[in-house]
């Protein structure tokens, strides 16, 4: 059984553009949280998805949105990046009222 | 607003040496609690929890104890040994079920040593 995969592993770009990242949920899980770590930091909560609506929403700025699909994977967008953007952006899922198992991280660096 | 405060690291250790990782929270209502790892180039995994006061969270010779009178949430570990090195994170949700979002620290490095 996967678990909680991410693509890319890896993404450089720079200011101004735009990104998006890819997360596929745990066999069974119908719930995506998505959170932003900056070196040394603890994860943030951004936002997360529950039947293809967004359930819950963290402090970030509205160029952080997100996508979930029907078969429960998510898209993460960020437009016009910034320096401060540069971090390892972990996937959550889980069931709606359950545990949540984060998948390994996609590393942006914004140059 | 709700939060959680760790001890600094990074900590270093010898193998079999006791471990103790301090942890803080912030909250409204009653929240559960957590104790995240991460280990080099991987994401997060859950190694213990406790959802209520009085509780305590146990995995892989890990313990903490959800004390709401210290609104504390201390990781210990007896015999550490060269595999545990990693980064702790505390970790709450304030709302009932998992599955609501987590409030981290900003965690602690833990480095094992033969």
Redesign the interface.
């Known amino acids: 059984d996967a678990g ?1 995969t991410q693509s890319p592993t890896h993404l450089i770009k720079t200011r101004g553009q735009q990104v998006t990242l890819r997360c596929s949920p745990k066999s069974g899980h119908d ?1 995506v ?1 998505w ?1 932003q770590q900056a070196l ?6 951004i936002f ?1 998805y529950y039947e293809e609506e967004e359930r ?1 929403r ?1 402090n970030f700025p509205d160029r952080f949105s997100g996508h979930q699909f029907p078969n429960y994977s998510s898209e993460l967008n960020v437009n016009a990046l910034l320096l401060g953007d540069s971090a390892l952006y ?1 996937c ?1 899922s ?12 996609t590393r942006l660096t914004v140059l | 607003g709700d939060s959680v405060t760790q001890m600094e690291g990074p900590v270093t250790l010898s193998e079999e040496a006791c471990l103790t990782i301090n942890c803080t929270y912030t909250a409204t209502g009653y929240p559960s609690l957590f104790w995240y790892v991460q280990y080099p180039g991987e994401g997060l995994q859950l190694l213990l929890k406790a959802t209520k006061a009085d509780d305590k969270g146990s995995n892989k010779g890990f313990e903490a104890t959800y004390r709401k009178e210290t609104t504390s949430f201390h990781l210990e570990k007896g015999s550490v040994q060269v595999s545990d090195s990693a980064v702790y994170f505390c970790a709450l949700t304030a709302s009932a079920g998992t599955a609501s979002k987590l409030t981290f620290g900003t965690g602690t490095r833990l480095q094992v040593t033969l």
């Not at chain 1, 889980?94 to 991280?105: A, I, M, R, T, Y």
Request: net charge negative.
């Open positions: 909680v719930t949280s959170y040394g930091q603890g994860p943030q909560f997360q819950q963290g972990l959550a889980s069931l709606v009222s359950d545990e949540q198992f984060f998948g390994p991280g």
